[in-house]
């Protein structure tokens, strides 16, 4: 059975910092393609950030320069390390795992950036 749990987020002021963490189980993770989505009230949900099996990222516009992916294949986790958070920041945020024949999703965490 494939899980992805995540955690670490919570609530946040403005200019904070979070630290997410999606740990892996019941896939081979070293092969898939590990993804940040988030989705705020009313809005789609959108990728945030990507990293490859090889390690290559990909950060949308609105995160490059505050937040970071790294992955830990070793643990099986992906994290999300999130400075400089702004209001705008507030959303569900969804660990996904892709590989070249599925994807699956986890639960979501919420994190809301706000005084």
């Known amino acids: 059975q494939v899980q992805l749990v995540e955690s670490g987020g919570g609530l946040v002021q403005p200019g904070g910092s979070l630290r997410l963490s999606c740990a892996a189980s019941g896939i081979v993770f070293s092969i898939y393609d590990m993804n940040w989505y988030r989705q705020a009230p009313g809005k789609e949900r959108a990728l945030v950030v990507g990293i490859t099996s090889s390690g290559s990222t990909n950060y949308a516009d609105s995160v490059k320069g505050r937040f970071t992916i790294s992955r830990d294949n070793a643990k099986n986790t992906v994290y999300l390390q999130m400075t400089s958070l702004k209001p705008e920041d507030t959303a569900v945020y969804y660990c996904?795992?892709?590989?070249?024949?599925?994807?699956?999703w986890g639960q979501g965490t919420q994190v809301t950036v706000s005084l």
């Open positions: 996904n795992a892709k590989s070249v024949y599925r994807g699956h």
